[in-house]
C-alpha cells in the first residue's frame, strides 16, 4: 500500500501560521532594537570623538617632523614621520638636521656679527658726532667767552687810558697852576724888592733932606754968631 500523507488538521495549521507570525515580528522587533542601538553607539562614538581633548592630536602631530626643504627634496618632499624611517635613515636625517642647524647657526652669528659691527660703527659715528657736536659747542662757548672778556678787558682799557688821560690832563693843570703860582710868586717878590728899594731910596733921601737942613741951620747960627 503506497504511502500517503495524511493531511494537516486545520487548527493545526493555523497553529503553525501564528507560530511564524510572532516569531516574524520578534525577530523584526530585534532587528529594529539592534538598528536603534546602533545609531545610538554611532551618535555617542561621534560625540565622544567631538568632546575628546585636543591632546591626542597635539601628541600626534608632535610625532611628525618637518624637515628642512632640502632634506625633505632628497627624501621625496613633503613630511618626514620618524615612526615609518629605519635607523639609518634616521641616523643621516638626524646628521643631515645638525649639518643644517649648525649652518643655519653660523649664518647666523655671520649675520649677528655683521649687524653687530654695524650697530657698533654706527654707534661709534655717532658717539664721534656728539663728541665733536660737543666739542663744537664747548669751543664756541670758550670763543664766546673769550669774546666777552676781551670786550671786558678793551672797556676797562678804554677807562683805564680815559683816567689816565684825565689824570694826566689834572696833572697838567696842576703844573701850571703851580707855574703860575710861581710866576705869581717871582713877580710879587720883585714888587716887593722894589718897593723895599724905593723905600730905602726914600728913606735916603728923607735921611738926607734932614741932614742938608739941619747944615744950613749950622751955617746960619755960625752966621749970626760971627756978627
Not at 614621520?81 to 638626524?94: C, G, H, S, Y
Not at 697838567?172 to 703851580?178: T, V
Request: net charge positive; hydrophobic share 25%.
Amino acid at each position: 500500500m503506497p504511502y500517503s500523507r495524511s493531511p494537516t488538521p486545520p487548527n493545526r495549521e493555523r497553529s503553525h501560521r501564528s507560530t511564524r507570525k510572532r516569531s516574524h515580528e520578534r525577530s523584526s522587533e530585534r532587528r529594529h532594537k539592534s538598528s536603534r542601538s546602533s545609531h545610538k553607539e554611532k551618535r555617542r562614538d561621534r560625540s565622544r570623538s567631538a568632546t575628546r581633548p585636543r591632546d591626542s592630536v597635539a601628541a600626534a602631530d608632535s610625532a611628525r617632523i618637518y624637515a628642512p626643504s632640502d632634506v625633505a627634496l632628497e627624501l621625496g618632499g613633503g613630511n618626514v614621520n620618524m615612526a615609518r624611517l629605519d635607523k639609518k635613515t634616521v641616523d643621516w636625517l638626524q646628521s643631515k638636521i645638525n649639518e643644517q642647524v649648525s649652518s643655519k647657526i653660523s649664518d647666523i652669528e655671520e649675520i649677528v656679527l655683521e649687524r653687530v659691527k654695524a650697530a657698533k660703527v654706527e654707534m661709534e659715528k655717532r658717539l664721534r658726532q656728539q663728541i665733536e657736536a660737543e666739542l663744537a659747542e664747548e669751543m664756541e662757548a670758550i670763543h664766546r667767552r673769550e669774546r666777552e672778556s676781551q670786550e671786558r678787558c678793551n672797556a676797562m682799557e678804554r677807562a683805564l687810558e680815559a683816567k689816565i688821560r684825565a689824570l694826566e690832563e689834572s696833572e697838567k693843570k696842576l703844573s701850571d697852576e703851580r707855574l703860575e703860582m710861581l710866576e705869581s710868586k717871582r713877580r710879587y717878590e720883585e714888587e716887593r724888592m722894589e718897593l723895599e728899594k724905593q723905600r730905602e731910596s726914600v728913606k735916603k733921601t728923607e735921611q738926607q733932606s734932614i741932614l742938608n737942613k739941619g747944615g744950613l741951620m749950622r751955617d746960619k747960627i755960625r752966621l749970626s754968631f760971627g756978627k
